[in-house]
Protein backbone atom coordinates (compact mmCIF):
# COMPACT_ATOMS: atom_id res chain seq x y z
CA UNK A 1 0.00 0.00 0.00
CA UNK A 2 1.17 3.43 -0.82
CA UNK A 3 1.93 5.80 1.85
CA UNK A 4 -1.06 8.00 1.27
CA UNK A 5 -2.94 4.40 2.42
CA UNK A 6 -1.57 3.45 5.80
CA UNK A 7 -3.40 4.03 8.54
CA UNK A 8 -2.49 6.61 11.32
CA UNK A 9 -1.29 5.63 14.24
CA UNK A 10 -3.45 4.25 16.71
CA UNK A 11 -5.77 2.70 14.45
CA UNK A 12 -8.25 0.36 15.74
CA UNK A 13 -7.12 -3.15 15.54
CA UNK A 14 -9.95 -4.61 13.77
CA UNK A 15 -8.90 -2.22 10.66
CA UNK A 16 -5.08 -3.42 10.92
CA UNK A 17 -6.74 -6.87 10.89
CA UNK A 18 -9.29 -6.45 7.98
CA UNK A 19 -5.57 -4.57 6.20
CA UNK A 20 -3.42 -7.96 7.02
CA UNK A 21 -5.77 -10.05 5.59
CA UNK A 22 -6.94 -11.47 8.40
CA UNK A 23 -10.40 -10.97 8.58
CA UNK A 24 -12.07 -13.68 5.94
CA UNK A 25 -15.48 -12.48 4.36
CA UNK A 26 -18.03 -14.95 4.04
CA UNK A 27 -19.08 -15.93 0.34
CA UNK A 28 -22.91 -15.60 1.68
CA UNK A 29 -21.86 -12.16 2.78
CA UNK A 30 -20.30 -11.14 -0.22
CA UNK A 31 -23.19 -12.65 -2.34
CA UNK A 32 -25.63 -9.94 -0.04
CA UNK A 33 -23.21 -7.18 -0.71
CA UNK A 34 -23.62 -8.05 -4.53
CA UNK A 35 -27.46 -8.67 -4.48
CA UNK A 36 -27.96 -5.21 -3.04
CA UNK A 37 -25.98 -3.37 -6.26
CA UNK A 38 -28.09 -5.46 -7.93
CA UNK A 39 -31.26 -3.63 -5.95
CA UNK A 40 -30.10 -0.06 -5.62
CA UNK A 41 -29.30 -0.51 -10.03
CA UNK A 42 -32.97 -1.97 -10.27
CA UNK A 43 -34.32 1.44 -8.49
CA UNK A 44 -31.19 3.75 -10.27
CA UNK A 45 -32.79 2.57 -13.34
CA UNK A 46 -36.40 2.81 -12.88
CA UNK A 47 -36.62 6.15 -10.86
CA UNK A 48 -33.90 8.06 -11.05
CA UNK A 49 -32.74 7.31 -15.16
CA UNK A 50 -35.48 5.33 -17.08
CA UNK A 51 -39.62 5.40 -16.38
CA UNK A 52 -39.86 8.21 -13.74
CA UNK A 53 -38.14 11.08 -16.02
CA UNK A 54 -40.37 9.75 -18.96
CA UNK A 55 -43.25 9.63 -16.56
CA UNK A 56 -42.79 13.23 -15.57
CA UNK A 57 -42.01 14.78 -18.71
CA UNK A 58 -43.85 12.03 -21.36
CA UNK A 59 -46.98 11.79 -19.58
CA UNK A 60 -47.50 14.02 -17.01
CA UNK A 61 -46.05 17.07 -19.29
CA UNK A 62 -43.62 18.38 -16.94
CA UNK A 63 -39.99 19.24 -18.17
CA UNK A 64 -36.36 18.73 -17.91
CA UNK A 65 -36.04 21.61 -15.79
CA UNK A 66 -38.65 19.83 -12.99
CA UNK A 67 -36.55 16.68 -13.09
CA UNK A 68 -33.40 18.43 -12.81
CA UNK A 69 -34.83 20.79 -9.52
CA UNK A 70 -35.21 17.72 -7.61
CA UNK A 71 -32.33 16.48 -8.31
CA UNK A 72 -30.78 19.31 -6.95
CA UNK A 73 -32.75 19.49 -3.99
CA UNK A 74 -31.50 16.19 -3.41
CA UNK A 75 -28.20 16.68 -4.13
CA UNK A 76 -28.05 19.73 -2.15
CA UNK A 77 -29.24 17.95 1.23
CA UNK A 78 -26.98 15.36 0.24
CA UNK A 79 -23.75 17.70 0.43
CA UNK A 80 -24.65 18.42 4.40
CA UNK A 81 -25.97 14.84 5.23
CA UNK A 82 -23.58 12.51 3.28
CA UNK A 83 -20.34 13.59 5.53
CA UNK A 84 -22.80 13.29 8.39
CA UNK A 85 -23.75 9.87 7.78
CA UNK A 86 -20.65 8.61 6.88
CA UNK A 87 -18.99 10.07 10.30
CA UNK A 88 -21.82 8.53 12.30
CA UNK A 89 -21.18 5.43 10.61
CA UNK A 90 -18.04 5.31 11.90
CA UNK A 91 -19.12 6.34 15.72
CA UNK A 92 -21.53 3.25 15.86
CA UNK A 93 -20.15 -0.97 16.43
CA UNK A 94 -22.10 -1.67 12.95
CA UNK A 95 -23.30 0.38 9.69
CA UNK A 96 -26.17 -2.04 8.39
CA UNK A 97 -28.74 -1.32 10.89
CA UNK A 98 -28.07 2.83 9.22
CA UNK A 99 -28.46 0.80 5.41
CA UNK A 100 -31.41 -0.90 6.45
CA UNK A 101 -33.07 1.99 7.99
CA UNK A 102 -32.64 4.19 4.70
CA UNK A 103 -33.68 1.45 2.47
CA UNK A 104 -36.55 0.94 3.66
CA UNK A 105 -37.74 4.39 3.88
CA UNK A 106 -36.84 5.03 0.13
CA UNK A 107 -38.32 1.92 -0.75
CA UNK A 108 -41.67 2.61 1.17
CA UNK A 109 -42.04 6.47 -0.08
CA UNK A 110 -41.52 5.43 -3.81
CA UNK A 111 -45.00 2.99 -3.46
CA UNK A 112 -46.35 6.31 -3.21
CA UNK A 113 -45.14 7.94 -6.51
CA UNK A 114 -46.97 8.02 -9.34
CA UNK A 115 -50.11 9.84 -8.11
CA UNK A 116 -50.06 13.75 -9.07
CA UNK A 117 -47.36 15.30 -10.44
CA UNK A 118 -46.42 17.77 -7.76
CA UNK A 119 -47.04 15.28 -4.61
CA UNK A 120 -44.94 12.74 -6.66
CA UNK A 121 -42.20 14.70 -7.30
CA UNK A 122 -41.52 15.45 -3.68
CA UNK A 123 -42.13 12.27 -2.12
CA UNK A 124 -39.35 11.09 -4.90
CA UNK A 125 -37.35 14.14 -3.76
CA UNK A 126 -37.30 12.32 -0.07
CA UNK A 127 -36.61 8.83 -1.67
CA UNK A 128 -34.08 9.39 -3.62
CA UNK A 129 -32.48 11.25 -0.86
CA UNK A 130 -32.53 8.21 1.40
CA UNK A 131 -31.12 5.99 -1.16
CA UNK A 132 -28.20 8.08 -1.51
CA UNK A 133 -27.48 8.45 1.66
CA UNK A 134 -27.72 4.47 2.04
CA UNK A 135 -25.44 4.48 -1.17
CA UNK A 136 -22.77 6.36 1.54
CA UNK A 137 -22.83 3.43 4.13
CA UNK A 138 -23.02 0.30 1.28
CA UNK A 139 -19.83 2.05 -0.12
CA UNK A 140 -17.64 1.64 3.14
CA UNK A 141 -19.16 -2.04 3.65
CA UNK A 142 -16.67 -3.12 0.78
CA UNK A 143 -14.05 -3.60 3.12
CA UNK A 144 -16.15 -6.61 5.00
CA UNK A 145 -16.60 -8.44 2.30
CA UNK A 146 -13.16 -8.31 0.43
CA UNK A 147 -9.66 -8.35 1.35
CA UNK A 148 -7.13 -5.78 -0.09
CA UNK A 149 -5.83 -8.68 -2.76
CA UNK A 150 -9.90 -9.15 -4.21
CA UNK A 151 -11.40 -6.05 -3.80
CA UNK A 152 -11.24 -5.18 -7.69
CA UNK A 153 -13.03 -8.43 -8.32
CA UNK A 154 -15.37 -8.47 -5.59
CA UNK A 155 -16.04 -4.51 -6.42
CA UNK A 156 -15.97 -5.13 -10.28
CA UNK A 157 -18.40 -8.03 -9.25
CA UNK A 158 -21.04 -6.36 -7.92
CA UNK A 159 -20.83 -3.26 -10.90
CA UNK A 160 -20.97 -5.96 -13.30
CA UNK A 161 -24.13 -8.15 -11.89
CA UNK A 162 -25.24 -5.17 -10.31
CA UNK A 163 -26.18 -4.05 -13.68
CA UNK A 164 -28.41 -7.04 -13.96
CA UNK A 165 -30.82 -4.61 -12.08
CA UNK A 166 -31.00 -2.52 -14.77
CA UNK A 167 -32.09 -5.46 -16.83
CA UNK A 168 -34.75 -6.41 -14.38
CA UNK A 169 -35.99 -3.37 -14.01
CA UNK A 170 -36.36 -2.82 -17.83
CA UNK A 171 -37.77 -6.52 -17.99
CA UNK A 172 -40.13 -4.72 -15.33
CA UNK A 173 -41.40 -2.01 -17.66
CA UNK A 174 -42.09 -4.00 -20.19
CA UNK A 175 -43.94 -6.42 -18.82
CA UNK A 176 -46.31 -3.65 -16.43
CA UNK A 177 -46.03 -1.05 -19.55
CA UNK A 178 -46.91 -3.48 -22.29
CA UNK A 179 -49.66 -5.45 -20.24
CA UNK A 180 -51.70 -1.60 -19.67
CA UNK A 181 -50.76 -1.03 -16.23
CA UNK A 182 -49.95 2.50 -15.42
CA UNK A 183 -46.47 3.82 -13.82
CA UNK A 184 -47.83 3.87 -10.55
CA UNK A 185 -47.99 0.28 -10.70
CA UNK A 186 -44.25 -0.11 -12.05
CA UNK A 187 -43.32 2.49 -9.25
CA UNK A 188 -44.38 -0.17 -6.69
CA UNK A 189 -43.50 -3.28 -8.44
CA UNK A 190 -39.85 -1.50 -8.22
CA UNK A 191 -40.22 -0.62 -4.66
CA UNK A 192 -40.70 -3.88 -3.77
CA UNK A 193 -37.68 -5.18 -5.89
CA UNK A 194 -34.92 -3.20 -4.19
CA UNK A 195 -36.37 -4.24 -0.83
CA UNK A 196 -36.06 -7.84 -1.51
CA UNK A 197 -33.12 -7.78 -3.30
CA UNK A 198 -31.71 -5.66 -0.25
CA UNK A 199 -32.69 -8.48 2.51
CA UNK A 200 -29.75 -10.44 1.81
CA UNK A 201 -27.31 -7.87 2.41
CA UNK A 202 -29.27 -6.82 5.34
CA UNK A 203 -29.21 -10.74 6.97
CA UNK A 204 -25.95 -11.80 5.43
CA UNK A 205 -22.82 -9.57 5.26
CA UNK A 206 -21.10 -9.90 8.87
CA UNK A 207 -18.75 -6.69 9.30
CA UNK A 208 -15.48 -7.09 11.01
CA UNK A 209 -15.82 -6.06 15.18
CA UNK A 210 -14.57 -2.56 15.55
CA UNK A 211 -14.11 -1.67 19.21
CA UNK A 212 -16.07 1.53 19.53
CA UNK A 213 -16.87 3.03 23.11
CA UNK A 214 -20.96 2.36 23.10
CA UNK A 215 -23.04 5.76 23.52
CA UNK A 216 -26.72 6.90 23.01
CA UNK A 217 -27.61 7.20 19.13
CA UNK A 218 -28.48 10.94 20.06
CA UNK A 219 -25.08 11.49 21.33
CA UNK A 220 -23.77 9.74 18.80
CA UNK A 221 -25.73 11.72 16.20
CA UNK A 222 -24.12 15.19 17.99
CA UNK A 223 -20.57 13.71 17.83
CA UNK A 224 -20.75 12.95 14.13
CA UNK A 225 -21.36 16.74 13.90
CA UNK A 226 -18.54 17.49 15.04
CA UNK A 227 -16.64 14.69 13.35
CA UNK A 228 -17.84 16.47 9.86
CA UNK A 229 -15.88 19.51 10.71
CA UNK A 230 -12.85 17.47 12.08
CA UNK A 231 -12.37 15.24 8.83
CA UNK A 232 -12.63 18.34 6.29
CA UNK A 233 -9.62 19.84 8.03
CA UNK A 234 -7.90 16.05 8.23
CA UNK A 235 -8.31 16.03 4.45
CA UNK A 236 -5.90 18.72 4.06
CA UNK A 237 -3.15 15.84 5.29
CA UNK A 238 -4.20 13.49 2.22
CA UNK A 239 -3.43 15.76 -0.84
CA UNK A 240 -3.86 12.94 -3.06
CA UNK A 241 -7.21 12.10 -1.21
CA UNK A 242 -8.47 15.49 -2.42
CA UNK A 243 -6.84 15.56 -5.77
CA UNK A 244 -9.80 12.59 -6.33
CA UNK A 245 -12.33 14.04 -4.96
CA UNK A 246 -11.92 16.85 -6.66
CA UNK A 247 -11.81 14.50 -10.14
CA UNK A 248 -14.50 12.74 -9.25
CA UNK A 249 -16.52 15.57 -9.23
CA UNK A 250 -15.85 15.39 -12.79
CA UNK A 251 -16.64 12.45 -14.26
CA UNK A 252 -19.30 11.71 -12.02
CA UNK A 253 -21.14 14.54 -13.15
CA UNK A 254 -20.94 13.59 -16.58
CA UNK A 255 -21.71 9.89 -15.07
CA UNK A 256 -24.97 11.32 -13.36
CA UNK A 257 -26.30 13.53 -15.64
CA UNK A 258 -26.26 11.08 -18.93
CA UNK A 259 -27.79 8.31 -16.81
CA UNK A 260 -30.78 11.07 -15.71
CA UNK A 261 -31.18 12.17 -19.20
CA UNK A 262 -30.22 9.56 -21.90
CA UNK A 263 -34.04 8.35 -21.91
CA UNK A 264 -35.32 11.38 -22.65
CA UNK A 265 -32.01 11.88 -24.82
CA UNK A 266 -33.52 9.03 -26.86
CA UNK A 267 -36.83 9.44 -27.05
CA UNK A 268 -37.43 12.88 -27.27
CA UNK A 269 -34.34 14.19 -28.97
CA UNK A 270 -33.95 10.82 -31.67
CA UNK A 271 -37.42 9.89 -31.48
CA UNK A 272 -37.27 6.49 -30.51
CA UNK A 273 -39.96 4.63 -29.36
CA UNK A 274 -40.39 3.53 -26.00
CA UNK A 275 -39.30 -0.18 -27.15
CA UNK A 276 -36.86 0.85 -29.03
CA UNK A 277 -35.05 2.85 -26.37
CA UNK A 278 -35.58 0.24 -24.19
CA UNK A 279 -33.90 -2.31 -26.22
CA UNK A 280 -31.05 0.34 -26.77
CA UNK A 281 -30.54 0.87 -23.10
CA UNK A 282 -30.47 -2.67 -22.50
CA UNK A 283 -27.51 -3.25 -24.84
CA UNK A 284 -26.00 -1.17 -22.83
CA UNK A 285 -26.66 -2.22 -19.44
CA UNK A 286 -25.23 -5.91 -20.64
CA UNK A 287 -21.88 -4.42 -21.82
CA UNK A 288 -22.23 -2.55 -18.09
CA UNK A 289 -22.27 -5.95 -16.82
CA UNK A 290 -18.97 -7.89 -18.85
CA UNK A 291 -17.25 -4.21 -18.16
CA UNK A 292 -17.50 -4.49 -14.52
CA UNK A 293 -15.99 -7.59 -13.79
CA UNK A 294 -13.64 -7.08 -16.95
CA UNK A 295 -12.56 -4.55 -15.37
CA UNK A 296 -12.29 -5.68 -12.17
CA UNK A 297 -9.53 -7.61 -12.83
CA UNK A 298 -7.86 -4.82 -14.35
CA UNK A 299 -8.22 -2.74 -11.30
CA UNK A 300 -6.20 -5.84 -9.37
CA UNK A 301 -3.76 -6.26 -12.23
CA UNK A 302 -2.74 -2.64 -12.72
CA UNK A 303 -4.26 -1.11 -10.04
CA UNK A 304 -7.33 1.59 -9.37
CA UNK A 305 -5.97 4.46 -10.34
CA UNK A 306 -4.57 3.45 -14.09
CA UNK A 307 -7.43 1.47 -14.84
CA UNK A 308 -10.18 4.49 -13.79
CA UNK A 309 -7.48 6.36 -16.27
CA UNK A 310 -8.30 4.36 -18.93
CA UNK A 311 -11.81 3.98 -18.55
CA UNK A 312 -12.15 7.82 -18.81
CA UNK A 313 -10.74 7.75 -21.88
CA UNK A 314 -13.31 5.39 -23.41
CA UNK A 315 -15.97 7.48 -21.62
CA UNK A 316 -14.94 10.70 -23.67
CA UNK A 317 -15.31 8.34 -27.02
CA UNK A 318 -18.91 7.18 -26.11
CA UNK A 319 -19.41 11.24 -24.90
CA UNK A 320 -18.46 12.48 -28.55
CA UNK A 321 -20.08 9.83 -30.31
CA UNK A 322 -23.59 10.00 -28.81
CA UNK A 323 -23.46 13.51 -29.38
CA UNK A 324 -22.64 13.20 -32.74
CA UNK A 325 -26.14 11.54 -33.07
CA UNK A 326 -28.07 14.69 -31.74
CA UNK A 327 -25.78 16.74 -34.55
CA UNK A 328 -26.95 14.31 -37.58
CA UNK A 329 -23.34 14.37 -37.83
CA UNK A 330 -23.30 10.26 -37.38
CA UNK A 331 -26.76 7.91 -38.04
CA UNK A 332 -29.02 6.90 -35.23
CA UNK A 333 -28.12 3.38 -36.14
CA UNK A 334 -24.49 4.00 -34.69
CA UNK A 335 -25.71 4.20 -31.34
CA UNK A 336 -26.44 0.01 -31.44
CA UNK A 337 -22.33 0.10 -31.10
CA UNK A 338 -22.04 3.13 -29.10
CA UNK A 339 -24.28 2.17 -26.20
CA UNK A 340 -22.52 -0.89 -25.53
CA UNK A 341 -19.23 1.53 -25.32
CA UNK A 342 -21.15 3.72 -22.91
CA UNK A 343 -22.17 0.82 -20.79
CA UNK A 344 -18.56 -1.10 -21.09
CA UNK A 345 -16.83 2.38 -19.59
CA UNK A 346 -19.98 2.80 -17.08
CA UNK A 347 -19.46 -0.25 -15.70
CA UNK A 348 -15.80 0.64 -15.40
CA UNK A 349 -16.34 3.72 -13.82
CA UNK A 350 -17.34 2.52 -9.92
CA UNK A 351 -15.35 -0.81 -10.76
CA UNK A 352 -12.27 0.95 -10.74
CA UNK A 353 -12.94 4.44 -7.94
CA UNK A 354 -14.48 2.78 -5.14
CA UNK A 355 -10.94 0.43 -4.67
CA UNK A 356 -9.09 3.61 -5.88
CA UNK A 357 -10.95 5.57 -2.55
CA UNK A 358 -10.38 2.86 -0.10
CA UNK A 359 -7.03 2.73 -1.56
CA UNK A 360 -6.20 6.29 -0.58
CA UNK A 361 -8.42 7.25 2.71
CA UNK A 362 -6.91 6.02 6.23
CA UNK A 363 -9.03 2.79 7.47
CA UNK A 364 -10.01 4.33 10.47
CA UNK A 365 -12.02 6.71 9.24
CA UNK A 366 -12.97 5.06 6.30
CA UNK A 367 -17.00 5.86 6.87
CA UNK A 368 -16.11 9.73 7.10
CA UNK A 369 -13.79 9.61 4.38
CA UNK A 370 -16.81 7.97 2.41
CA UNK A 371 -18.74 10.68 3.13
CA UNK A 372 -16.66 13.07 1.44
CA UNK A 373 -16.70 10.67 -1.65
CA UNK A 374 -20.34 10.21 -1.65
CA UNK A 375 -19.90 14.43 -1.45
CA UNK A 376 -17.88 14.55 -4.57
CA UNK A 377 -20.55 12.48 -6.23
CA UNK A 378 -23.69 14.77 -5.02
CA UNK A 379 -21.91 17.99 -5.66
CA UNK A 380 -21.83 16.40 -9.19
CA UNK A 381 -25.17 15.25 -9.84
CA UNK A 382 -26.73 18.67 -8.19
CA UNK A 383 -24.44 20.50 -10.58
CA UNK A 384 -24.56 18.35 -13.69
CA UNK A 385 -28.89 18.32 -13.98
CA UNK A 386 -28.52 22.01 -13.65
CA UNK A 387 -25.85 22.80 -16.37
CA UNK A 388 -27.66 20.49 -18.61
CA UNK A 389 -31.27 22.08 -18.26
CA UNK A 390 -29.43 25.72 -18.15
CA UNK A 391 -27.89 24.66 -21.78
CA UNK A 392 -31.19 22.88 -23.28
CA UNK A 393 -33.56 25.07 -21.65
CA UNK A 394 -32.23 28.24 -20.31
CA UNK A 395 -29.56 28.90 -23.34
CA UNK A 396 -31.35 26.81 -25.63
CA UNK A 397 -28.64 25.28 -27.13
CA UNK A 398 -30.17 21.75 -27.01
CA UNK A 399 -29.04 18.59 -25.33
CA UNK A 400 -26.25 17.52 -28.34
CA UNK A 401 -24.41 20.72 -26.91
CA UNK A 402 -25.00 19.61 -23.64
CA UNK A 403 -23.27 16.32 -24.04
CA UNK A 404 -20.29 18.25 -25.29
CA UNK A 405 -20.43 20.11 -22.24
CA UNK A 406 -20.43 16.38 -20.26
CA UNK A 407 -17.28 15.54 -22.65
CA UNK A 408 -15.76 18.25 -21.06
CA UNK A 409 -15.83 17.53 -17.27
CA UNK A 410 -14.59 14.30 -18.48
CA UNK A 411 -11.21 15.52 -20.09
CA UNK A 412 -10.99 17.75 -17.20
CA UNK A 413 -10.94 14.81 -14.99
CA UNK A 414 -8.12 13.15 -16.92
CA UNK A 415 -6.41 16.42 -16.60
CA UNK A 416 -6.91 16.25 -12.57
CA UNK A 417 -6.50 12.67 -11.96
CA UNK A 418 -3.23 12.37 -14.08
CA UNK A 419 -0.89 12.90 -11.53
CA UNK A 420 -2.23 10.22 -8.93
CA UNK A 421 0.73 7.59 -8.09
CA UNK A 422 -0.04 4.13 -10.15
CA UNK A 423 0.53 2.66 -6.83
CA UNK A 424 -2.16 3.76 -5.10
CA UNK A 425 -4.65 0.76 -3.91
CA UNK A 426 -2.63 -1.97 -5.82
CA UNK A 427 -2.37 -4.78 -3.54
CA UNK A 428 1.12 -6.09 -2.70
CA UNK A 429 2.96 -8.12 -5.98
CA UNK A 430 0.08 -6.81 -8.12
Excluded: H
Amino acid sequence: MTPTARAAPGRSPAMAADDAGAFAPSRKGVAGWILYDLGNTLFSQNMISNYFPVWVVGVMGGSDSQISLVNTVTMALMLGIGPWIGALSDRLPRRLPLLVVMTTGCCLLTAFVGGGLAASLAIFLVANLLFQAGLVIYDALLPAVSTPENRGRVGGAAVGLGYLGSIIGLGIGFLVLGSGNDYQTLFRITAAGFLALALPCFLWVREPPRPIEPVAPLTAARVAFQDVFAILRRARAYPDLVRFLVGRAFYAEAANTIGIFMAVYLTIQLGFTSVEKDRLLLVAILAAVGGGFWWGRVVDRIGPRDALMRVLIVWSVALALIAATGFGLAPDAWLWGIAPLAGFALGGTWAADRPLMIGLAPPEYLGQFYGLYALAGRFAALVGPLIWALVVDGLGWGRPTALLVLLGFVLLAIVILRPLPSTIGKAEGA
